[in-house]
């Protein structure tokens, strides 16, 4: 089954409003967790990376205003798309961490902004 | 910094044909490579990773995949391609278990 659970599979919103995407770790502390972004047609870009207690370390071009990520506790982390617009549209996946040989993936959240 | 090269953005086989999808990687250490796939509207499946060990690696679904240090390479190979094998395949290197780099991804139709 299933080691990362992201939540929602899809949401559909409001251009202005803010979505939330939770990615949880269901066996196993993750230490660190990473979102990744992906354009239709494109392959997944990393976002940025959050450790559990800190501050998430965004990569190059990415809007730490824009993509919250809170990563409270060693089983979740969460990626908050604030003042959606419909440029923010996109398929958003999180990847759990929790040492050799335990890299895992969530099964993503389809975002689409109206 | 790492990067993963897959030169083949689309490939068309017949099913009952057999496949391999190249990929090649740029990495300072000794890489973890994986190949995930990716069905229509779903998440990431891993098929197979590499870690150390046999060069040669077993995944899911009858995949295999061989892990060339040479060549910089780790093609994705299965000898007889079905239907249901119809998705995007990525390629991708991490430094250990952390962060990943995906390649561009490779298309793969399969026709009867």
């Known amino acids: 089954g299933a080691v990362v659970s992201q939540h929602p599979s899809w949401v559909i919103c409001k251009s202005g409003t803010s979505v939330k995407i939770e990615c949880r770790s269901l066996?196993?502390?993750?230490?660190?967790m990473f979102w990744y972004r992906q354009f239709p047609k494109q392959s997944l870009m990393l976002m940025a990376t959050?450790?559990?207690?800190?501050?998430?370390?965004?990569e190059q071009g990415v809007e730490k205003d824009k993509f919250l990520i809170n990563h409270a506790s060693l089983t979740l982390s969460t990626l908050t798309v604030t003042s959606a617009h419909p440029e923010d549209s996109s398929f958003y996946i999180c990847?759990?961490?929790?040492?050799?040989?335990?890299?895992?993936f969530g099964s993503g959240t389809q975002l689409s902004v109206l | 910094a790492q990067s993963v090269t897959q030169p083949d953005i689309h490939i068309t086989v017949s099913e009952g044909a057999s496949l391999e999808l190249r990929c090649n990687y740029s990495?300072?250490?000794?890489?973890?490579l994986f190949w995930y796939v990716q069905s229509p509207g779903q998440g990431l499946q891993l098929l197979l990773k590499?870690?150390?060990?046999?060069?040669l690696v077993q995944g899911i679904k009858g995949f295999e995949a061989e892990f060339k240090r040479s060549q910089s390479s780790f093609n994705l190979r299965k000898p007889s391609v079905h239907w249901s094998d119809a998705a995007e395949y990525f390629c991708?290197?991490?430094?250990?278990?952390?962060?990943?780099?995906f390649g561009i991804g490779t298309k793969l139709q399969v026709i009867p």
């Open positions: 959050s450790n559990e207690g800190s501050k998430a370390t965004y």
């Open positions: 990847s759990a961490t929790g040492g050799v040989e335990k890299l895992f």
């Open positions: 066996d196993f502390q993750a230490t660190t």
């Open positions: 991708a290197v991490s430094g250990g278990y952390q962060k990943v780099t």
């Open positions: 590499y870690f150390s060990g046999d060069t």
């Open positions: 990495y300072g250490a000794t890489p973890y």
